[in-house]
């Protein structure tokens, strides 16, 4: 029985969300994206609150891709609050980003984060990253017991 995925995508710009969601499409990897615009967002889906406040706290994703430069709360933030909330602690985080600031990568690993990824430009090395991205931490990638399986 194949088990349906879920990402949680952290990304303000509509052009690099509009582009993560085409190159995982393309991939064929088997997944179903949830889209935060800002880090605010993506902490009210995670823990079930704001507009997210009717979502079922168990269902969890599989990986969080989560850009650094965000509105209302930053990537480094929401970060932060993950590795603070034990439901959260253990989820998977792929730090995907523009940034290859050694500053931005050493901070993401001090708050937990499993990887850094700076975004590729071109479409193409996009479209490669996220099959590589899909493969490892949707496939090869065992992840921590939780209560939630799609």
């Excluded at 050493?106 to 099959?131: C, E, H, M, T, W």
Aim: no cysteine; hydrophobic share 40%; aromatic share 6%.
């Amino acid at each position: 029985m194949i088990r349906s995925h879920l990402i949680l995508l952290v990304e303000d710009n509509p052009d690099d969300a509009e582009l993560t969601l085409r190159a995982f499409k393309e991939s064929k990897t088997l997944s179903a994206i949830v889209v935060a615009t800002d880090g605010e967002q993506a902490l009210d889906y995670l823990f079930a609150t704001g507009s997210y406040a009717n979502r079922d706290p168990k269902i969890t994703p599989d990986v969080v891709l989560l850009d650094l430069k965000l509105p209302k709360v930053d990537g480094l933030g929401v970060l932060q609050r993950m590795r603070a909330n034990s439901r959260t602690r253990r989820l998977p985080v792929v730090v995907l980003t523009s940034s290859n600031e050694e500053t931005d990568i050493l901070r993401s690993y001090d708050l937990g984060a499993n990887s850094f990824v700076q975004k590729p430009v071109d479409f193409a090395q996009f479209l490669i990253a996220a099959r590589q991205l899909g493969l490892y931490w949707l496939g090869l990638n065992e992840p921590p017991p939780v209560t939630r399986r799609i």
